[in-house]
């Protein structure tokens, strides 16, 4: 079974800088794709960015891109969410997801829904105050 615990979420400042980490247990992990999600109350997840199997790829949500990088430590089994030129609608509780399926296979219109991924971590709260 697949265990994702994200940890790093903070109250930050506008412009701030933030690096959100998935700490990935239960299955090999260059065998899984990885996933960012986002999500504020009463509205619908919203994809932040996915890295292909064995990390290769990385796609990146229109909102995020060119601020947000993700990478891993494979050593460690670690998925990371790095941010930086962090805005007030940032604000979000930040999870983790993984899949088996590879995303390089897949349309952006499969692997940036919630439903294509199987596990899920908690989730961490950032706030980013103007």
């Known amino acids: 079974q697949v265990q994702l615990v994200e940890s790093g979420g903070r109250l930050v400042q506008a412009g701030d800088s933030l690096t959100l980490s998935c700490a990935v247990s239960g299955q090999t992990f260059n065998r899984l794709s990885m996933a960012w999600f986002r999500q504020t109350p009463g509205k619908e997840r919203e994809f932040v960015g996915a890295?292909?199997?064995?990390?290769?790829?990385?796609y990146y949500g229109d909102a995020v891109k060119g601020r947000f990088i993700i990478s891993r430590d494979t050593a460690k089994t670690t998925e990371y969410l790095q941010m930086i030129y962090l805005k007030p609608e940032d604000t979000a509780v930040y999870y983790c997801?993984?899949?088996?399926?590879?995303?390089?296979?897949?349309?952006?219109?499969?692997?940036?829904?919630?439903?294509?991924?199987?596990?899920w971590g908690q989730g961490t709260q950032v706030t980013v105050s103007s």
């Open positions: 997801a993984a899949e088996s399926r590879d995303v390089a296979l897949y349309g952006t219109s499969w692997f940036t829904r919630p439903s294509f991924y199987t596990h």
């Open positions: 890295t292909s199997r064995g990390g290769s790829r990385q």
